[in-house]
């Protein structure tokens, strides 16, 4: 069946354009996660939704961070202001179980964003 | 907070041989241990993983062993193939913080035919 999509792949942002990132899990998870992961890092947490609710934002670095899964399905992220520290790529993972100690997550294949 | 630290950070191998990641973490209550690949241009994908309460588990050329006394627990493959070739990632999850994982610096893996 279909995975996780992310739309666009390849972003490239001049600084101080927003930009918005989405995310279709697959359908039925109830559980959403956005990742960032810089070059060479590991992937680290931004936030999480269980269906429409956003019940952790504690990884989001700044007020420009907002993200979004109004119907609990597609979920929006997007970067206000963008700046050159914000070039990564955006990983979104979705879950079928609420969020819970062991639950496997599967990813995107992510946005490469690039901030000139 | 969860310090994960995975060694080495890169390692080479020939075909055919043994490949042995390790991952030590820092909060005694984790109770979940997982390994994601990661491929170029792919996202991270789980590959195996282990509970607490058991010491090792195997799947084809895969295992996965945890020593929680000395909190470090580690993959293992075996009869390395070039498709192996990626960078894997230790994930152990924040206990009881909604699930969210924290990753290890990754190990670039390369297998030479």
């Known amino acids: 069946g279909a995975g996780v999509s992310q739309s666009p792949r390849y972003k490239v942002a001049k600084r101080g354009q927003d930009v918005a990132l989405r995310c279709d899990p697959i359908s039925g998870h109830v559980s959403l996660f956005w990742y960032q992961q810089a070059l060479g890092q590991g992937p680290e947490f931004l936030t999480y939704?269980?269906?429409?609710?956003?019940?952790?934002k504690s990884g989001l670095p700044s007020d420009r961070f907002f993200a979004e899964r109004p119907e609990g399905s597609v979920s929006t992220l997007k970067i206000q202001r963008t700046q050159q520290e914000d070039s990564a790529v955006y990983l979104c993972?979705?879950?079928?179980?609420?969020?819970?100690?062991?639950?496997?997550?599967?990813f995107g294949p992510g946005t490469r964003l690039t901030v000139l | 907070g969860e310090n994960v630290e995975q060694h080495p950070s890169t390692l080479s191998v020939q075909e055919g041989d043994s490949a042995v990641i390790k991952c030590t973490y820092s909060?005694?209550?984790?109770?979940?241990f997982p390994w994601y690949k990661q491929e170029l241009g792919k996202g991270p994908q789980l590959i195996i993983d282990i509970r607490s309460n058991v010491g090792e588990k195997k799947d084809q050329r895969i295992a996965v062993t945890l020593n929680k006394t000395a909190k470090h627990f580690s993959l293992h493959i075996t009869e390395t193939q070039p498709e192996d070739s990626a960078v894997y990632f230790c994930?152990?999850?924040?206990?009881?913080?909604?699930?969210?994982?924290?990753f290890g610096q990754g190990t670039e893996l390369s297998v030479k035919p």
């Open positions: 993972a979705s879950s079928p179980h609420p969020a819970g100690d062991y639950n496997e997550q599967f």
């Open positions: 939704f269980q269906n429409e609710a956003q019940l952790d």
């Open positions: 909060d005694s209550a984790s109770n979940y």
């Open positions: 994930a152990p999850p924040r206990r009881n913080q909604g699930g969210k994982l924290i």
